[in-house]
């Protein structure tokens, strides 16, 4: 999420030092989620961030209490696969490049990867 946060210029708060490489996942994904929400409500929707973000607390929060919920492995290969299909929304495995602001076309007002077969509707 660094690599995406960076590329499509989402903000997140300044960090002193070594602190910056510790962002937790949660912070990324709301600084990306609040960029889309601006940006590119196309990409939003694909990516459906809040599902990312709240699978691991589902998984936490129901493991926790006495219920008839007994997680697995597969459960984890479930969260591992939709985490990864996020990815893809912005990761172009052509041009091995995610979409970025540096290859916005003015023209069709698209945010793409390096090759472009990977673009979205972007507002600047």
Not at 56 to 69: A, G, I, L
């Amino acid at each position: 999420m660094k690599h995406v946060a960076l590329d499509i210029e989402a903000k997140v708060a300044y960090r002193n030092n070594d602190v910056n490489e510790k962002r937790m996942a949660p912070e990324l994904l709301d600084s990306v989620q609040a960029k889309l929400s601006k940006a590119s409500k196309q990409i939003k929707e694909v990516a459906d961030i809040p599902k990312i973000k709240g699978m691991p607390m589902f998984m936490s929060n129901t493991t926790s209490h006495d219920n008839d919920f007994q997680e697995s492995i597969e459960d984890l290969d479930a969260i591992w696969e939709d985490i990864k299909n996020m990815i893809h929304v912005f990761y172009c495995p052509d041009c091995d490049k995610f979409i970025s602001t540096r290859y916005y076309d003015n023209v069709e007002k698209k945010i793409r990867c390096g090759c472009g077969k990977l673009k979205y509707e972007w507002k600047n």
